[in-house]
């Protein structure tokens, strides 16, 4: 298994001191959280990207995915989606980033015109995903919390470039066990992101294991640290400023995340 961590845990970090701080404790990658207010987004020209690779590249540390906030199956009109889209995909190709992350955004639409917006959306990105050798997960987030709710979704796409990202959390807070979400995501996972919290209420981010989140059995469905893949720690100080600083917390959550049985 490799690892690696979100910059939405450290936000606005410069580049050089998240490639750093990335090498220092363990983890292979990390997750770009790809928003106008970081220091990574759309809106970088080409030299700026190539400075990004380079960085990356001479901590010996890979960019594992951009994590954009392109909602699929909100309503309204399709162009303004696609842009959206498209714009993700070339950075994330021009970072030499193997995933694109977006989210449904589907709201209190009727789901099954929500499935069917995003399926449509996603379907016509795949194309370009697929030229651009890039892949776009969407997260089990929002109005599709579940791995059946993203299931309905991705498997309609039917296409080897639109995939799944399973935030642990949020199928576990609505109500879906571990293995259940694992069992219909499994043929469609890009990679697993994990955080822990007190409750399903109280999500403020937490150390991983001082929370209550089913992690353990998790990584046991992924296979444990022996297994392929990628899992990567979401810890959401953005939202969450009071929580405690991500890096002190950085070297003990990658021990927890390789310890068999964690």
Known sequence: MKYAFSTLGVPGMPIADVVRLAASTGYQGVE????P????????????????VEEFARGGVEILAV?????????GDDEAVYEELHQLLHLAADLGAPYARVFPG??????????ATAARRLGVAAEVAADLGVRILLETHDSHRTGADLARVVGA??????????DVLHPWAA???PAATHAVLAPYLGYTQVKDVASAQDT??????????????????????EADGWVSWEYEKRWHPGAADLPALLAAGREHLGRPGA
């Open 32 to 35: 770009l959280r790809a928003h």
């Open 37 to 52: 207010e970081e220091p990574v987004h759309p809106g970088l020209v080409a030299h700026e990207r190539r400075a990004v």
């Open 67 to 75: 994590a954009g906030y392109a909602r699929v199956a909100a309503a």
């Open 106 to 115: 589907g709201g209190d639409q009727d789901p099954a015109e929500a499935d």
């Open 157 to 166: 796409v039917g296409h080897k470039h639109v995939g799944a990202l399973w």
């Open 175 to 177: 109500g879906e066990s």
């Open 204 to 225: 403020e981010p937490l150390p991983l294991g001082a929370g209550v989140v089913p992690l353990a059995e998790c990584l046991s469905l992924l296979g444990g640290p």
